[in-house]
């Protein structure tokens, strides 16, 4: 909208696309979201507007991999240098029977000041979890992560996601474990409808770090998920209506600690003294709604209402 004399545009998708048999490559912007259906995904998601990325994949139904690297928003030094931010994410993911399939993938967030970016960080071949085995040192914030979906028997779906941002066995120190997890369970329900559960957490700590330019943060929004400290339960019913309609019921209940992504990250002091998941006073958020989409003559027609 207009800003004084100043009108901004935003292109939520814009982008070009080559695809052969065996794989292909993408430049612009586009909705993605790495994680269970329903879920906003650790490394990526479509929480906040999509930026413009370059990636390739290649493979096929059994054996596939995706790279990806994509600009974020400037950070700055507390000198006052700017930081040239870059994001990045390698998947590979497996087909092992018709009914289940398996995923690896890490995803970096790397800030350099003097205005150019980190050029190893544009290799789709290097480990960035490992980066000192590489001879690249440790100078971005890495996560490694995991998927699995499993169909154990007909009409049931299971989703599962996980995360590590950073993990300790070094009992000397003080700072908890930094994760995420997703899982979702879903299937049919009485004929044509369908039934839906999920949990998802973030730890106290998660997807920061001592840098803010190396946080999982594009202008200040999560890249992926955009809350930490927090976990979420839900159960969900789909029920088609007059065969154009679709209700869906839910049930939610967050618990939310005093953890924020955007946080200053704390002294090893401080740090002693926090939990792993819920940092001072809980508050836990009980909400119900009710979604309705569809389409009548041609008008397409969806909202959701609710309490809280």
């Known amino acids: 909208g207009p800003a004084g004399n100043v009108s901004h545009y935003r292109f939520v998708e814009a982008y070009a696309t080559a695809e052969w048999k065996w794989g292909g490559v993408h430049l612009g912007q586009m909705s ?8 906003p995904g650790i490394p990526i998601s479509d929480y906040g507007y999509p930026r413009t990325d370059l990636s ?5 139904r059994t054996l596939r991999f995706e790279a990806l690297v994509a600009p974020l928003s400037d950070g700055v030094t507390d000198s006052g240098a700017v930081v040239t931010r870059l994001f990045a994410a390698h998947r590979l993911q497996v087909r ?8 690896v993938w890490e995803a970096t967030v790397s800030g350099r000041s003097g205005g150019a970016p980190d050029p190893t960080i544009l ?8 980066g000192r085995q590489f001879g690249i040192g440790d100078r971005r914030n890495t996560m490694l992560g995991g998927d699995a979906t499993w169909r154990p028997v007909p009409g049931l779906r299971l989703e599962l996601q996980g995360a ?11 700072y908890p474990n930094r994760f995420g997890l997703g899982f979702v369970a879903s299937g049919p329900l009485a004929g044509a409808a369908a039934w839906r559960a999920s949990y998802a957490m973030s730890s106290s700590l998660a997807f920061h770090t001592f ?7 594009d202008a200040g929004v999560g890249i992926g998920r955009n809350f930490i400290d927090n976990d979420q339960f839900s159960l969900g019913i789909s029920m088609p209506v007059r065969d154009h309609w679709l209700v869906t019921p839910q049930l ?15 002294d090893a002091a401080t740090a002693a003294t926090l939990p792993v998941l819920f940092i001072g006073t809980r508050r836990d958020t009980w909400q119900a709604t009710v979604s309705v989409s569809g389409q ?8 959701q209402a609710g309490f809280q």
Request: hydrophobic share 35%; net charge negative.
């Open 56 to 60: 390739i994949w290649f493979g096929n």
């Open 123 to 130: 290799n789709p071949l290097i480990l960035m979890t490992f």
């Open 296 to 303: 009548e003559q041609g008008v397409a027609v969806s909202g």
């Open 96 to 103: 092992v029977r018709d009914n289940l399939d398996l995923a």
């Open 32 to 39: 993605r979201n790495w994680g269970p259906v329903g879920l």
């Open 211 to 217: 840098d803010p330019n190396e946080n999982y943060t």
């Open 252 to 266: 939610d209940l967050r618990r939310q600690g005093q953890g924020q992504i955007d946080d200053p990250f704390p």
């Open 164 to 174: 590590i941002d950073d993990w300790t066995f070094n009992s000397a120190n003080p």
